[in-house]
């Protein structure tokens, strides 16, 4: 069994920067990406980044440039650096991961990342 808890989240003013953080406990497989995603109101939940244990990285295009994921295997961490916010940032973030046992997939929590104008 994993379970995934998000962090970091907050109010920032436009311009600003937040990091997240998503701990996994139990086994998660390293050969999958671990996954950011966000959803907003009245929005579908949409991709941010991935990022896969030899370091390969991918990006939505709307946070390319501004934001960076990394991953630390030996703390079993994920992270999103964000700067540059923007007021449509404003979503509940999630990370997803996958189980390294039953290949299920797992979600966090999520954590409320709110940009003011």
């Known amino acids: 069994q994993v379970q995934l808890v998000e962090s970091g989240g907050g109010l920032v003013q436009a311009g600003g920067s937040l990091r997240l953080s998503c701990v996994a406990s139990g086994r998660i497989s390293r050969a999958n990406p671990m996954v950011w995603y966000r959803q907003a109101p009245g929005h579908q939940r949409e991709l941010v980044a991935t990022?896969?244990?030899?370091?390969?990285?991918t990006y939505a295009d709307a946070v390319k440039g501004r934001f960076t994921i990394s991953r630390n295997d030996a703390k079993n961490t994920v992270y999103l650096q964000m700067n540059g916010l923007k007021p449509e940032d404003t979503a509940v973030y999630y990370c997803?991961?996958?189980?390294?046992?039953?290949?299920?997939?797992?979600w966090g929590q999520g954590t409320q990342v709110t940009v003011s104008s």
């Open positions: 990022i896969v244990s030899g370091g390969t990285t």
């Open positions: 997803r991961a996958t189980g390294a046992v039953s290949y299920s997939i797992y």
